[in-house]
């Protein structure tokens, strides 16, 4: 079951404040129907998001879901495109990563990607592991984003660690909005899973 109040109060979809719980989800339905379409070449009725993780993705400006295992390769241009989703994540009006540029030696590295954060450049070696993402290097360009937006990202792992795996949601959040997402919802974050691994 969706609850609607409970995202928009922990800081989903404040693009979308004007608009009601039900102007929003049906905003969010249409543009679900429409890539559809497209994507089948004819009209198609998707189903109605029933679930609170399936409704929190869509806000892309707050939430980073991601498939670690993303077809990385040499010709792939997939940090490229990684930087461009941290962008978008940031919340940010103006785009903060600049300058993306993503080098090969081989198919098998060394990878290098240059590009500038706030005007300053940076270089950074994700480390080649087939087609899969270097997680490392992705935490480190949202740090990188935290320090000067002031909102650190929270990996989280839904309630029952039920999202424990190769896919990665990455949440930016103020210390109240992660309170109401594990008292309302129940969700559970990576620190805190750290943190209770270790006391064991």
Known sequence: MVNLDA????????????????????????QRKQLYTQMFGYEYEPERLKDDHSLAVRDTTKMLCLDTEADVGIDNNKYVELLLLCNTVSGSDTNIITDIEEHWESPAGLIHVTYKINGETRSYEPEYADDWIDQKFLEHALDEISALTKEPFHLCLGPNEEWFGQDVNY?????????????????????????????K
């Not at 930016?172 to 209770?196: A, N, S």
């Open 7 to 30: 995202l928009r109060q922990a800081g989903f979809f404040k693009d979308h404040s004007h608009l009601s719980n039900d102007e929003l989800l049906e905003m969010i339905h249409q």
């Open 171 to 199: 949440i930016r959040l103020k210390p109240q909005e992660r309170k109401i997402l594990e008292e309302v919802l129940h969700w559970r974050f990576f620190d805190d899973f750290l943190k209770e691994m270790r006391q």
